[in-house]
C-alpha cells in the first residue's frame, strides 16, 4: 500500500489521529503510511456555524470522525444515513456516484476519502441552493 501523501503549504495544520501537526516555513509532503489514519486538514475543515447545508452537514459529521470528537462506530449508522438522504436529493449520474464511494468509504472506515467525496458536491448543492459564492 503507498498510503496518502500529504502536500502541505508553509505553516499549513493538520490534525493526525487527533494530533495537531503544523509544517514548517517551507512546502513540504508528507506520507501518511498507516492505513486508515485519521487525518483532517484545517484548512478544509468546515465550521459548526457553516454546516447549514444537508451536504455540509454529513461533511461535519464525518469530519468529527477525523478529528476524533465522534467514535466511527457510533457515527457510522447516522452518517450512512445522511448519505442516503443525500441520494435522494442528487438525482444526477456523478452526484450519485460520489455518493456511492462516500458510502463504501465509509463503511470501510475510510473517513478521509468519504469526506473527499461529499466536499465534491458542495458546488452543485450551492448551485442548487443559490449560495453560490464568486
Known sequence: ????????????????????????????KISIKTPNANILRLRDAIQPEDAKTPVRQACFAVQLVLSGDSDPEEARCANLRQIEQLIEMFRDAESREYLKKASEALRADQHYKCLKMLKLLIPLEDKILGTATH
Open 1 to 28: 500500500m503507498s498510503g496518502l501523501v500529504l502536500k502541505l503549504g508553509p505553516k499549513e495544520r493538520v490534525l493526525i489521529n487527533g494530533a495537531m501537526v503544523e509544517n514548517g516555513d517551507r512546502r513540504s
